[in-house]
């Protein structure tokens, strides 16, 4: 059984810093792409950042670029996503997502980290 756990997440002021980490359990977890997304109260969920293993490409949302960086450890199944320059509208609920059955979708999710940032 395929779970992914986050951590990290809190309270920190606008211009702080948070790293989140995603870690993946299941003794036959393979994917092919793990990435992270937030959702923000009364607002759709969105893609933040996502890394594919075989390329070590990483992708970044426009909105988070040059400010969060998303790495990881495959072997390890673990994904994090460090985040510098925190501004209030960062704040939601961030989830980490794996692309395990298929290389075109995400069909494993955690169950959320909730990030919040005071201005």
């Known amino acids: 059984q395929v779970q992914l756990v986050e951590s990290g997440g809190g309270l920190v002021q606008a211009g702080g810093s948070l790293r989140l980490s995603c870690a993946a359990s299941?003794?036959?977890?393979?994917?092919?792409?793990m990435g992270w997304f937030r959702q923000a109260p009364g607002k759709e969920r969105e893609f933040v950042a996502s890394?594919?293993?075989?390329?070590?490409?990483?992708d970044y949302a426009d909105f988070v670029k040059g400010r969060f960086t998303v790495s990881g450890d495959n072997a390890k199944k673990m994904v994090n996503l460090q985040m510098d320059s925190l501004k209030p509208e960062d704040t939601a609920v961030y989830y980490c997502?794996?692309?395990?059955?298929?290389?075109?979708?995400?069909?494993?999710w955690g169950q959320g980290t909730q990030v919040t940032v005071a201005s």
């Open positions: 997502a794996a692309r395990v059955n298929s290389p075109y979708s995400y069909d494993y």
């Open positions: 890394i594919t293993w075989s390329s070590g490409r990483t």
């Open positions: 299941g003794r036959y977890f393979s994917s092919y792409r």
